[in-house]
């Protein structure tokens, strides 16, 4: 699936996301993220030089590969590429992250094999001591609105 295919709403839709994100990781929604509004199936890829956030699951047998940041607000079951370009400050944030090979620039990983972990919280994958770490994610407290 082509990246434009995806961007149609990128504009007013990344306003929206950026309301629906929790706080601290609205600044990863910049100006090059595309928005995608669907589930990816078996077979189906999204490539993207930038960030995407994806409104969906990411089923097995499909791949999200990105350049920048991916934030998928569903399951992450398929294959995930983060700073698909070589950088290691990429992140990927899922509310139920169990993708079936994770990758962070150069450095890949994968669930261990017969281990059924389930996190009731979004957890964040990410480089830290040049090894990919997972770990639930932390709300950095409630959103504060403009206005009344």
Known sequence: ?????CSKNTLDGLSVVRELL???IEDLVEDNTILVQRTLRSGQSVYHDGNIVLLGDVNPGSELVATGNIIVLGALRGVVHAGAAGDEKAIIIAFKLQPTQLRIADHITRAPDGEDFSSEQPEVARIKGGIVTIEAFQNSGERQRKGS
């Open 22 to 24: 929790p706080q601290g």
């Open 1 to 5: 699936m082509a990246a434009e295919e």
